[in-house]
DNA sequence: CGTAGTCTTGAGTATCCTCAACGAGGGTGG
DNA sequence: CCACCCTCGTTGAGGATACTCAAGACTACG
């Protein structure tokens, strides 16, 4: 599969696709972070999913895009692979076959993890359960956890407004169950205490 | 593939398959209808999807299941398609392979769908954007939209109390944008206003 | 026909959103 | 190199929304 790949590089707030793109690929995400997103009708935007390194994005049935597609950090790297040419391996070679559903069954997973943190009632839930799932995701230490990302995406990946976001950090940050050293730092102190938010 | 499927039905409220079960089969609703959801730490519980005739579900590359899913009507007709020989069969024919890919992208589009109506932020919103989902998706007269599913299970699907879901019906229904024939059946008179809600 | 569960409506309260102001940081151009 | 500007992040005040608790009506089912 890693034949076929071609590699492309994006600077910080390039978009990747776009949504009303012909699907010519599927993507994997090598270095740096993206997010995808739409436009709603009342100005507003939504973000769907955040991509980290090794996951994969892009998987569509459809002729078009329905999302757009932008890279959050500067130099973000992406393999990109055609379609047609991923198709064509599948039908020489189950196990590439296998291995795609593998990964489609990878997205739903998250999808699914990321229905139930939006389902969560309150705001301080659910940046709380934020702060866990980039913990776990963006690997590395996960008591030392970075966050790329602005606060307005984290709201719009949230659905709540931005100055919530940053009072329940800071509300947070008080109770002493987090460190700020920095805006785009996190250091978690009592992980059962964040836990025990959501 | 239809060759190697099992045909099994369920009762109202009966388990499909529950967390923590092992993953053996992939699963094709027929009749009927379901709901996939997961009860969270404080006792709520939280529904990720709805299921109805053509909706496969239960596509994991995980060893035990993750989610409930149990039968909402009477009568729940499933196809049951064991995953060693949904394998065996790709391996050997690549248009099945390929078929499975098509269904866990569909799967991944419904889910970001859903995503977007959880972002909602008023719960008028919410329960404007469930019936214009179930509208499209409940097939036959989209006009005379039948629900199923208690308002329990609409709340649990939306995040919101049932209560809120209650009076967001109760007005739409003063403001002539739907009728309520009975409990389990909505008209939509207006489709456009109740377009403009979300 | 009775009962348990579902659905609706009301009242009071907590939460979150909006609007607003201010400070900090980074980039640009003089 | 510094001043400026613009975006981002934080904090505060006020108001709208949705949740909780409560009670009553209706239904579906046994």
Redesign the pocket.
């Known amino acids: 599969m890693e034949g076929i790949a071609a590699f492309r590089r994006w600077g910080r707030d390039q978009e990747i696709y776009r949504r009303g793109d012909p699907v010519q690929c599927w993507f994997r995400l090598e270095t740096g972070v993206a997010r995808k997103s739409t436009l709603l009708g009342d100005g ?1 935007r939504r973000i769907v999913d955040f991509l980290f390194p090794g996951d994969f994005f892009g998987i569509s049935s459809r002729r078009y895009r329905e999302f757009d597609v932008t890279a959050v950090t500067g130099n973000t790297l992406v393999a990109c692979y055609p379609c047609h040419r991923l198709e064509a391996l599948a039908n020489s070679h189950p196990e590439v076959g296998r291995r795609l559903r593998e990964l489609a069954a990878d997205s739903i997973a998250r999808l699914q993890e990321r229905i139930l943190v939006l389902g969560h ?6 940046v709380s359960a934020f702060l866990l799932e980039m913990a776990e995701r963006s690997c590395g230490d996960s008591a030392a956890v970075i ?1 790329p ?7 719009d990946y ?14 947070l ?1 008080h109770r002493k169950v987090i460190r ?1 050293p ?3 730092e996190v250091t978690i102190i009592d992980l059962a205490m964040l836990a025990d938010e959501t």
Chains 1, 2 share one sequence.
């Open positions: 507003r009632v309150t705001a301080p839930a659910k966050l990302m602005s606060r307005y995406d984290i709201a949230l659905a709540i407004s931005v100055e919530t976001v940053s009072r329940a950090l800071t509300d940050r700020l920095s805006k785009h």
